[in-house]
């Protein structure tokens, strides 16, 4: 069994930051990469940010320059860095953990951004 464990959400104001954190556990046998989704109230699940276990990054379009993901491979951990926030980035966060056998959910950290 997979656990992720998420933590960092928390509320902020527009232009502020925060810094995410999911620590994965259990029976990991190989990475195929991790990363971060968000799902705001009425809107679908989207991808935030991707990191490979090579180091490989992707980025949703609307947090390019903004967000940064990384990861300590020795920890199994993946990060997320968020600055300048905006209300729109206002979402619940999911931490994905994608291994040859499936796909693997953190339980989610809320974050929330006043305008």
């Known amino acids: 069994q997979v656990h992720l464990v998420e933590s960092g959400g928390g509320l902020v104001q527009t232009g502020g930051s925060l810094r995410l954190s999911c620590a994965a556990s259990g029976s990991i046998y190989s990475i195929n990469a991790m990363g971060w989704y968000r799902q705001a109230p009425g809107k679908e699940r989207e991808l935030v940010a991707a990191i490979s276990s090579g180091g490989s990054t992707n980025y949703a379009d609307s947090v390019k320059g903004r967000f940064t993901i990384s990861r300590d491979n020795a920890k199994n951990t993946v990060y997320m860095q968020m600055n300048s926030l905006k209300p729109e980035d206002t979402a619940v966060y999911y931490c994905?953990?994608?291994?040859?056998?499936?796909?693997?959910w953190g339980q989610g950290t809320q974050v929330t951004v006043s305008s």
């Open positions: 994905n953990l994608d291994e040859p056998g499936g796909h693997f």
